[in-house]
């Protein structure tokens, strides 16, 4: 998922990024600072998150995208590291 959220600063980069981390669901997350988008992925339901964020940040929270997969039974999933 997507989103936008106001990012003025580094207390409210960091206050997002607090946020980000204290949610379970997510698996990764990824913060834009120039163009104040955040890209999050995980098994969540968006807009679940993106209330706890607003209440959480005190921020506008806006979702641009949301991209569904499938099961993880489709793909045929390699480990990175081998030994």
Known sequence: MVMRINIDCNGCYRKVRRALLNLQELDAHL?????????????????????RLRKK?????????????????????KPLITT
């Open 31 to 51: 913060i834009e600072k120039k163009q104040c988008r955040v890209t999050i992925c995980g098994r969540f339901v968006p807009q679940d998150v993106a209330i």
């Open 57 to 77: 940040t005190n921020r506008r929270v806006e979702i641009m995208e949301i991209h569904e997969f499938g099961n993880n039974e489709d793909i045929n999933l």
